[in-house]
């Protein structure tokens, strides 16, 4: 009989590494805790938060805090979703103690790993606006609007506040009050009923469904969840509906008050705001012998002298480190 000697396949284990995550977060509270050291600070869920710069002379200077941990976990993926999970518990709370702006989601961070001599960098920095051009087109939807009776008023005063808005959720939030107030039957036998074929005439069935749900079965539905309490589920971030509802207002308006093609439906980033442009980048970064590896230096450095001209770093690409850092 022949006899099978060879070893049994073991499944391979999954080790993990120590990550160390520095993350700016923008705010307009002067982190004071324990203000009578040197280093005010304070520690919670394993982040340490302290004020960006601090001195007994000058005070508390930028409106930023540092917040860094150690993160033991398989991948950096895996380091950063565990690191994004505690800030997500910390800074709402923070914003309402402490009555100000707070925010991380918009927030630079380099994390490195602890056997590895390069770290991943991401580099964010405010942008100007750029202008869109308010012509005769323009001009002419406008006086058009002022005598058209079919929109009220509540409309324009949502729709705006949405526009000046910064940030995902109030923006929907202020623009589901809009198309409420559209839809809305006026006069009708029972305050607030909504007309259905309306809402769907300006959102699509599909659309309408998702975000408002059927008459009498509305539990589900995006709209309802968020004006109730429940935040956005996982799915919800498949969809831009920011953006979907804005598409789908400017094809009604042009389709059905105007009857004519008054505002372009082909604009690049429509809803732009003076305030909370970005860009950013994303990659590995590795320091000289004069530098180290960390977020405040290395912010410095390329503040100083843009991303491809860095004097004690240089940006990284190694294809052995996606998905193996």
Request: include cysteine; charge should be negative.
């Amino acid at each position: 009989m022949q006899v099978n000697r060879s070893l049994p396949q073991l499944r391979k284990p999954i080790y993990s590494m120590i990550y160390r995550i520095e993350h700016r977060i923008e705010t307009l509270a002067e982190n004071a805790v324990r203000a009578e050291t040197l280093s005010p600070a304070f520690n919670l869920l394993d982040i340490k938060f302290v004020h960006w710069e601090f001195n007994p002379r000058d005070g508390w200077m930028h409106n930023y805090w540092l917040a860094t941990g150690n993160i033991e976990a398989s991948s950096l993926d895996e380091a950063f979703k565990l690191h994004r999970e505690k800030l997500a518990r910390i800074v709402p709370r923070v914003a309402l103690i402490g009555q100000c702006y707070v925010d991380s989601v918009f927030q630079p961070f380099l994390i490195l790993r602890e056997d590895k001599d390069v770290a991943f960098f991401r580099y964010v920095r405010n942008t100007g606006a750029v202008g869109l051009m308010f012509m005769d087109k323009e001009l002419k939807a406008l006086n058009q609007l002022l005598v058209n009776s079919d929109v009220p008023e509540e409309f324009y005063y949502y729709w705006n506040d949405a526009i000046n808005s910064i940030g995902y959720s109030p923006k929907l939030l202020l623009m589901f009050s809009a198309i409420e107030a559209l839809v809305k039957i006026r006069n009708g036998p029972a305050t607030g009923q909504k007309d259905w074929a309306k809402l769907e005439q300006i959102l699509g069935a599909e659309l309408k469904r998702e975000l408002w749900g059927e008459r009498g079965d509305s539990e589900n539905a995006l709209r309802h969840r968020l004006v109730h309490g429940e935040y956005f589920r996982p799915e919800d971030s498949e969809r831009n509906y920011v953006d979907l509802v804005h598409k789908k207002m400017v094809v009604y308006f042009n389709s059905v008050i105007f009857r004519e093609e008054l505002i372009d439906d082909d604009v690049v980033n429509p809803q732009r705001h003076l305030f909370g442009n970005r860009e950013e980048w994303r990659g590995f970064l590795k320091a000289d012998d004069r530098a180290q590896l960390n977020l405040r230096d290395a912010l410095a450095d390329v503040d100083r002298d843009s991303i491809n001209n860095m004097e004690r770093y240089e940006t990284v690409y190694d294809p052995a480190l996606i998905g193996n850092y």
